[in-house]
């Protein structure tokens, strides 16, 4: 039972160059979630996938795509990369939905271990 | 979602109970208090959460005050693995996670 695996672990890119993240879970989980982390702060969310088909903005959203490609899937793009996208990103999920039209839930998140991304 | 107040650091003696305390006197009635760990920038680790009753699992113990504006997670036994940033978060939806800069715990030997 892997969890939540994150594909590449590290990558380097130029500015201008587009680049797409990959997460999966194996827990059957409905959400799924993107965040980054800066050196030295904490978590911040990107964007986040209640269930299979719909995506919502988190904190800090500008500069970022989302998919959620089935329910196991949720891929993050960087369509022209900027040095201020240097950071750690990390993918979660979870098991409940969390929206006002599914239903709250109280369900903890599960992280993968993190894409570390420089943009030189 | 409320926000949280924790200390940046703080030590504890390897053996020793480990109490970290978070404030978030703003929590409404259905938020939920949860605590995370992050090890060595891995990704965070899920420890326990509750909303008004005191939990405990195999991991950790949470205390929330009766009026649930303070919280504490107590690490009965701390080892040296334990040393990590701690992150309380409060929500209510259980998908808009603020994560703050949270406790960075040094266990020592």
């Known amino acids: 039972n892997a969890g939540v695996t994150q594909t590449p672990k590290f990558q380097v890119l130029k500015t201008g160059q587009s680049m797409t993240l990959q997460c999966a879970q194996d827990m059957n989980h409905n959400s799924m979630y993107w965040y980054r982390q800066d050196p030295g702060m904490g978590l911040r969310l990107i964007y986040y996938s209640a269930s299979e088909g719909t995506t919502d903005k988190g904190e800090v959203p500008n500069g970022y795509n989302v998919s959620r490609l089935n329910k196991r899937e949720f891929s993050l793009r960087l369509e022209s990369a900027a040095p201020s996208q240097t950071s750690v990103y990390f993918c979660?999920?979870?098991?409940?939905?969390?929206?006002?039209?599914?239903?709250?839930?109280?369900?903890?998140?599960?992280f993968g271990d993190g894409t570390r991304l420089s943009i030189l | 979602d409320a926000k949280t107040t924790q200390p940046p650091s703080m030590d504890c003696a390897e053996g020793r109970a480990a109490n970290l305390p978070c404030n978030h006197s703003t929590i409404s009635g259905n938020e939920y208090v949860y605590w995370y760990r992050q090890i060595h920038s891995q990704g965070p680790q899920y420890i326990i959460h509750?909303?008004?009753n005191n939990e405990t699992n195999e991991m950790a113990s949470l205390i929330i005050t009766e009026d649930r504006k303070s919280s504490t997670l107590i690490l009965p036994h701390a080892t040296l693995r334990d040393t990590a940033v701690y992150y309380c978060i409060v929500s209510f939806t259980g998908n808009q996670f603020y994560f703050g800069t949270g406790t960075s715990l040094t266990v020592i030997p």
């Open positions: 509750g909303l008004k």
């Open positions: 979660a999920s979870s098991e409940a939905v969390g929206t006002i039209l599914y239903g709250y839930s109280n369900q903890p998140q599960h």
